[in-house]
């Protein structure tokens, strides 16, 4: 006697994923869905910003020197050819903002993706096999941490910087700051991955998959990895708004994206010689972009924690 | 019957529980091994559930996972069907490795939470390639799921939908699916309700009976093991002290710590005889006691058992390790 005549016909992706717990969990909280909407509206600007932005700040030859320091357009002296007013080159605002997010945004997502592969790796392999392995990896981590991330972005920018010098700085500044961070963050993957690998890997579900002879990687990436990414995302939500900080404090501090393709960083540093002589503007619309993005993309990670563990379901 | 599917031969096997390096040469100590399994040999022959009890820390699941293969031993050796296990070769290894299978004791860590059933139940054969393709191995799996008493619709579901007990008939589907001769049980039933615990060993018994399966049985409950057992192991503090056919060690104990086991299970007739207490509970492994190690909790020891270890003697049909059963002491 078969089963198969009995089998319902398994629904379309869309139509299961709005029958899902998570999505019911979504539409559940009105504070989650207004921090999707915030951040889906900040990647889309960021994505389509050269369609939508009124001007293009990168471009020298269409910046008039003498529209700089516009005030926004409900200020006195503000033209509605510049909503957010412009900085002290003529750009302006609103579409830096936009260029500027779309910057700080491939920075953290790039420098998140990249500590988190080397992070979860070697957090994997530590775990995993134990002994000598797991004491060097955990030693180099454990060194690492004693220095703060910042510090050890500005000291891997530098040396970078030094090693290979003749790089045009326009060109490479993205990947030293994403190298940067990233090497500055995968400490935290690595000791969450191996923390939960060494729970995981004594469990009998691992056992019966060494009975039958599997490779050790196989078992890692199959059967290990899926039960400690849980923690992973959230580490890697929240450390998507720390890495576009730490992007934008090294930029604040001259180290990251220089001002000609300013990130939001470099847009408040900029404000930032202008704040006291009254052009608040510079710095006070781009810090207050990156502090929305920052929140709602943390508010995301924690929701997303509590919605994909089935465990709590 | 005396056909041997698995031999155990002088098996032993030390954990290594000295404190760090740094520590150990601050504080002048020595390595600290301890002996889990000491010395352990008996065969199990085909079709038989062969059950090892003991106490907690006995070592039985030491010898259930150094039989199939999970930690090496440190020595002795393991025959399966007279192929040494240990010094096989990787291709012979995998040949061999499709042939035993295990189910564990705790059917909530057994399971990965995170795949589907059907795909748990699928990895040993589609890892030793029994069914070549999706639709042969999902038919497959729908076959197990049956055989097992779930549905074949259980299968798209995740482990935690699930009640213990009928995880636990996932977890024996799972060690049936690439068609094995011999399954380790590591106390199958006691993560399980009283209720539940008949169910899933009447289950076991019948898979015997259909696929003619060889069992090595281990629990520490002693009601469990009469129900399943052909012939049963008594482990006590790493070793073997007696080894009986299942009828002959409950009507007719040997070795005092075998008398005293019994003594402590409860019956329902009231037969109004004289029990002997529990005395005692298992000494330190670290720091076991010399000569037979049972010497400290034994009313029949005197100065030989405390010097000399005994070894596994015939008396009668059942096998024992004791000086006092030698001598006519007891």
Same mark, same amino acid.
């Given at each position: 006697m078969t089963m198969d005549s009995e089998r319902l016909k398994p629904p379309g992706l869309w139509a299961r994923f709005f029958d899902s717990d998570i999505w019911y969990s979504f539409t559940r909280s009105k504070v989650i869905m207004a921090a999707a909407i915030v951040t889906l509206l900040i990647f889309l600007g960021a994505l389509f910003a050269p369609l939508i932005a009124p001007h293009d700040p990168f471009d020298m030859a269409s910046l008039y020197l003498m529209d700089s320091l516009t005030p926004p357009m409900w200020e006195a002296g503000g033209n509605p050819v510049y909503p957010l007013g412009t900085d002290d080159q003529g750009r302006d605002i609103l579409s830096a903002i936009l260029y500027g997010s779309r910057i700080s945004l491939a920075v953290g997502f790039a420098s998140v993706a990249f500590a988190a592969i080397l992070g979860i790796s070697l957090g994997l392999l530590a775990g995993y096999m134990g002994g000598r392995v797991d004491s060097i990896i955990m030693r180099i981590a454990d060194v690492q941490l004693t220095f703060p991330s910042i510090l050890i972005a500005l000291l891997i920018d530098g040396s970078v910087r030094s090693i290979f010098g003749g790089i045009d700085r326009e060109q490479s500044a993205f990947y030293v700051l994403v190298f940067s961070i990233g090497l500055s963050f995968w @400490?935290?993957?690595?000791? %969450?991955?191996?923390? =939960?690998?060494?729970? $995981? +890997?004594? +469990? $009998?579900?691992?056992?019966? &998959?060494?009975? !039958?002879?599997?490779?050790?990687? #196989?078992?890692?990436? =199959?059967?290990? /990895?899926?039960?400690?990414?849980?923690?992973?995302?959230?580490?890697? %939500?929240?450390? /998507?708004?720390? &890495? !576009?900080?730490?992007?934008?404090? /090294?930029?604040?501090l001259g180290v990251g994206i220089p001002s000609t393709q300013p990130s939001l960083g470099t847009l408040i540093r900029i404000g930032n010689d202008f704040l006291f002589s009254g052009e608040w503007w510079i710095a006070a619309f781009p810090g207050a972009a990156l502090a929305i993005l920052v929140l709602a993309v943390n508010l995301l990670g924690d929701w997303l924690r509590d919605a994909l563990n089935p465990r709590l379901r | 019957m005396t056909d041997v599917l698995v031999g155990i031969e002088n098996l032993s096997r030390d954990f290594d529980v000295s404190k760090p390096w740094l520590n150990r040469v601050l504080e002048n100590e020595e390595k600290k091994y301890v002996t889990a399994v000491n010395d352990v040999s008996f065969e199990i022959r085909r079709g038989e559930t062969f059950a090892l009890v003991g106490e907690s820390g006995s070592g039985k699941s030491t010898i259930a996972k150094l039989i199939v293969g999970l930690i090496r031993p440190t020595g002795g050796q393991i025959l399966?069907?007279? %192929?040494? @296990? &240990? %010094?096989?070769?990787?291709?012979?290894?995998?040949? /061999?490795?499709? #042939?035993?299978?295990? !189910?564990?004791?705790?059917?909530?860590?057994?399971?990965?939470? #995170?795949?589907?059933? +059907?795909?748990? !139940?699928?990895?040993?054969?589609?890892?030793?390639?029994?069914?070549?393709? #999706?639709?042969?191995?999902?038919k497959r799996v729908d076959e197990l799921l049956e055989t097992v008493g779930l549905s074949a619709k259980d299968g798209a579901k995740y482990p935690h939908e699930f009640s213990g007990g009928q995880r636990q008939r996932v977890a024996i589907a799972r060690a049936l699916s690439a068609q094995p001769e011999f399954i380790v049980c590591d106390e199958p039933t006691s993560a399980l309700d009283v209720s539940v615990q008949a169910q899933i060993l009447n289950l076991m018994r019948d898979l015997q009976d259909e696929f003619g399966l060889t069992y090595l049985f281990i629990s520490h409950d002693l009601s469990v093991v009469r129900h399943m057992a052909s012939r049963i192991g008594v482990l006590y503090l790493g070793r073997l002290v007696e080894v009986a056919e299942g009828k002959t060690l409950f009507r007719d104990p040997k070795h005092p710590y075998t008398k005293m086991l019994l003594d402590a299970v409860p019956d329902l007739e009231m037969t109004g005889r004289k029990r002997q207490p529990v005395e005692g509970e298992i000494p330190n492994p670290i720091d076991p006691p010399s000569g037979c190690t049972y010497h400290p909790r034994c009313r029949l020891a005197n100065d030989r058992c405390r010097s000399e270890v005994p070894v596994l003697k015939l008396h009668g049909d059942t096998k024992a390790a004791c000086f006092a059963l030698e001598e006519g002491r007891s």
């Amino acid at each position: 006697m078969t089963m198969d005549s009995e089998r319902l016909k398994p629904p379309g992706l869309w139509a299961r994923f709005f029958d899902s717990d998570i999505w019911y969990s979504f539409t559940r909280s009105k504070v989650i869905m207004a921090a999707a909407i915030v951040t889906l509206l900040i990647f889309l600007g960021a994505l389509f910003a050269p369609l939508i932005a009124p001007h293009d700040p990168f471009d020298m030859a269409s910046l008039y020197l003498m529209d700089s320091l516009t005030p926004p357009m409900w200020e006195a002296g503000g033209n509605p050819v510049y909503p957010l007013g412009t900085d002290d080159q003529g750009r302006d605002i609103l579409s830096a903002i936009l260029y500027g997010s779309r910057i700080s945004l491939a920075v953290g997502f790039a420098s998140v993706a990249f500590a988190a592969i080397l992070g979860i790796s070697l957090g994997l392999l530590a775990g995993y096999m134990g002994g000598r392995v797991d004491s060097i990896i955990m030693r180099i981590a454990d060194v690492q941490l004693t220095f703060p991330s910042i510090l050890i972005a500005l000291l891997i920018d530098g040396s970078v910087r030094s090693i290979f010098g003749g790089i045009d700085r326009e060109q490479s500044a993205f990947y030293v700051l994403v190298f940067s961070i990233g090497l500055s963050f995968w @400490v935290q993957y690595a000791r %969450t991955v191996r923390s =939960s690998t060494l729970v $995981e +890997k004594d +469990k $009998e579900y691992v056992q019966a &998959a060494r009975l !039958i002879g599997l490779h050790p990687l #196989r078992i890692m990436a =199959s059967h290990v /990895l899926p039960n400690v990414m849980g923690p992973v995302l959230v580490i890697a %939500t929240i450390n /998507l708004a720390l &890495a !576009i900080i730490t992007e934008a404090t /090294l930029s604040f501090l001259g180290v990251g994206i220089p001002s000609t393709q300013p990130s939001l960083g470099t847009l408040i540093r900029i404000g930032n010689d202008f704040l006291f002589s009254g052009e608040w503007w510079i710095a006070a619309f781009p810090g207050a972009a990156l502090a929305i993005l920052v929140l709602a993309v943390n508010l995301l990670g924690d929701w997303l924690r509590d919605a994909l563990n089935p465990r709590l379901r | 019957m005396t056909d041997v599917l698995v031999g155990i031969e002088n098996l032993s096997r030390d954990f290594d529980v000295s404190k760090p390096w740094l520590n150990r040469v601050l504080e002048n100590e020595e390595k600290k091994y301890v002996t889990a399994v000491n010395d352990v040999s008996f065969e199990i022959r085909r079709g038989e559930t062969f059950a090892l009890v003991g106490e907690s820390g006995s070592g039985k699941s030491t010898i259930a996972k150094l039989i199939v293969g999970l930690i090496r031993p440190t020595g002795g050796q393991i025959l399966f069907d007279g %192929t040494n @296990v &240990a %010094t096989r070769g990787s291709a012979s290894m995998r040949q /061999l490795r499709s #042939r035993f299978q295990m !189910i564990f004791q705790d059917p909530f860590a057994s399971l990965n939470p #995170r795949w589907r059933v +059907k795909d748990i !139940i699928a990895e040993p054969l589609r890892t030793f390639g029994v069914a070549e393709g #999706r639709a042969a191995w999902e038919k497959r799996v729908d076959e197990l799921l049956e055989t097992v008493g779930l549905s074949a619709k259980d299968g798209a579901k995740y482990p935690h939908e699930f009640s213990g007990g009928q995880r636990q008939r996932v977890a024996i589907a799972r060690a049936l699916s690439a068609q094995p001769e011999f399954i380790v049980c590591d106390e199958p039933t006691s993560a399980l309700d009283v209720s539940v615990q008949a169910q899933i060993l009447n289950l076991m018994r019948d898979l015997q009976d259909e696929f003619g399966l060889t069992y090595l049985f281990i629990s520490h409950d002693l009601s469990v093991v009469r129900h399943m057992a052909s012939r049963i192991g008594v482990l006590y503090l790493g070793r073997l002290v007696e080894v009986a056919e299942g009828k002959t060690l409950f009507r007719d104990p040997k070795h005092p710590y075998t008398k005293m086991l019994l003594d402590a299970v409860p019956d329902l007739e009231m037969t109004g005889r004289k029990r002997q207490p529990v005395e005692g509970e298992i000494p330190n492994p670290i720091d076991p006691p010399s000569g037979c190690t049972y010497h400290p909790r034994c009313r029949l020891a005197n100065d030989r058992c405390r010097s000399e270890v005994p070894v596994l003697k015939l008396h009668g049909d059942t096998k024992a390790a004791c000086f006092a059963l030698e001598e006519g002491r007891s």
